[in-house]
Structure formats: C-alpha cells, structure tokens
C-alpha cells in the first residue's frame, strides 16, 4: 500500500513563506511525475506545480512566488513558497503517478495540509 505524507502547512502572514514536504512510501518501484494541488471550499482542485523528467510546471498565479523540487532517493517532493498572498489560501495537496511492484502504475494523493494566509 502506497502512502503520501504531506508537512508544512499552517498559518502566515501576507508575504510570508512555508516550505510544503510529501514523503510517498511503500513498495515503490520508480515515481513519475510528482504535482502540488490546491483546493478551496466551493471550487475545483487545481494544479499548482509539477515535476517530472521533462522539467517543471506551475500554475500562473503562482509563477515566481513557488518552486517545486524532488528528492527522488527518498520519494520527495517540496513546494518552497514565498510572496504568500491572501488567495494562496486552501488545502494543498501532493500527488504523484508511480509504479508499485504489486500493483502496477497507480495515481496516488496525500490528506492534504491546509496554508492560511492572513492579510
């Protein structure tokens, strides 16, 4: 059974920063593409940044501000976020297409951890 761990989320200040982490474990083979999403109540998820072998990916609305990196040695995705604004406010979540060794290519999500930006 594959799992993913998301840290990092709470409470700051406009203009603030948090560092998001999400840890997948289990019997991995080999991890695709890793991704941050956001959603807020009332609207659908979004995709806020990717990572894979072809580079990185971000929404408009947070080009800039956000940066999206892997630690593949250990399953590893972080969003370094800085310049929070108001609107950044939702409950992040990580997810990531990878291949188990029971079952094959599975598309897997975290709980998800709530950032709240305060003006």
């Known amino acids: 059974q594959v799992q993913l761990v998301e840290s990092g989320g709470g409470l700051v200040e406009v203009g603030g920063s948090l560092r998001l982490s999400c840890e997948a474990s289990?019997?991995?083979?080999?991890?695709?593409?890793m991704d941050w999403y956001r959603q807020v109540p009332g609207k659908q998820r979004e995709l806020v940044a990717r990572i894979n072998t072809y580079g990185t990916t971000y929404a408009d609305s947070v080009k800039g501000r956000f940066t999206i990196s892997r630690d593949n040695a250990n399953n590893s995705v972080y969003l370094q976020m800085s310049s929070l604004k108001v609107e950044d406010t939702a409950v992040y979540y990580c997810?990531?297409?990878?291949?188990?060794?029971?079952?094959?290519?599975?598309?897997?999500w975290g709980q998800g951890t709530q950032v709240t930006v305060s003006p």
């Open positions: 289990g019997n991995i083979f080999t991890v695709n593409t």
């Open positions: 997810h990531a297409d990878l291949y188990t060794v029971e079952d094959g290519l599975l598309s897997s």
